[in-house]
């Protein structure tokens, strides 16, 4: 009849206006998982060539590539084996500086085979951190924890990056006594309370030190020098190819 007529009409209808809607979510996902692709691809031809590292460690790294340096494995500089999420990017390339640059390698050996390398080609310095002879920090100090308790606590730095379980102790060694807290303001009482007893760094990027000394100021956004990506900007990049990844597959699975 007519009313049953009608109703399948309109359940046609609404079959078709769900179909177009599932078919423009369908293109719109297969464009976002081009750009994301697009964006993995860039990252790693930037890890390829080591964009923003000095000399003397893109030396090292394309020399172990290529195999002039074959004596143990070099796994690469600290910052390219670390994820931070974004809001702490600030806090650990304040509390890690220079050292953001040091290579971690399998042993002694190999430390002793890239110095001898860039010796012998008069390429620079650099400072490696063989797995085998860097120890971690240890259990936090009482002060450490009491750190906890006041207003601004972030937490150590070590807890608040991601990266393979090998590389545990090079990182605990690095940031195991260092705390994070959310401004200066709050750091500044907190160290007061316990007689600068503890280095602390904001998620800002200021510090103060054990001996009492205030570090601070302008802490620049990553920008490109000279065409090269600097350290800071592989760190956030590193964090976004994670979460580029995950919903490249996310869109996938979709599709």
Not at 30 to 36: F, G
Request: charged content about 25%.
């Amino acid at each position: 009849n007519a009313e049953l007529l009608a109703e399948k009409k309109a359940e046609a209808e609404n079959l078709r206006v769900k179909r177009d809607s599932d078919r423009s979510d369908l293109n719109s996902a297969e464009i976002r998982i081009d750009t994301l692709s697009g964006k993995i691809e860039a990252l790693r031809r930037m890890e390829e060539h080591f964009e923003g590292y000095n000399n003397s460690v893109k030396f090292v790294m394309r020399s172990y590539t290529d195999g002039r340096i074959n004596c143990g494995k070099i796994y690469g500089p600290l910052s390219s084996l670390i994820t931070v999420e974004s809001k702490y990017v600030t806090a650990i390339e304040t509390a890690l500086g220079a050292a953001l640059q040091n290579i971690i390698v399998e042993d002694e050996r190999t430390a002793h085979a890239a110095i001898g390398y860039l010796k012998r080609n008069n390429a620079g310095r650099a400072t490696f951190f063989p797995l085998t002879s860097v120890r971690r920090a240890g259990e936090p100090t009482r002060e450490m924890k009491q750190s906890a308790s006041f207003k601004g606590y972030v937490g150590i730095a070590s807890e608040l990056i991601s990266a393979d379980a090998k590389f545990s102790a090079v990182i605990s060694s690095m940031l195991g006594r260092i705390i994070v807290f959310d401004n200066l303001e709050n750091a500044t009482e907190m160290s007061k309370a316990l007689g600068y007893s503890v280095r602390v760094v904001t998620l800002d990027g200021q510090q103060i030190n054990r001996d009492g000394s205030f570090t601070g100021g302008m802490v620049y956004e990553a920008l490109n020098n000279g065409g090269r990506t600097d350290v800071r900007h592989i760190i956030v990049l590193n964090d976004n190819k994670m979460s580029i990844s995950e919903n490249v597959g996310a869109f996938a699975k979709y599709l």
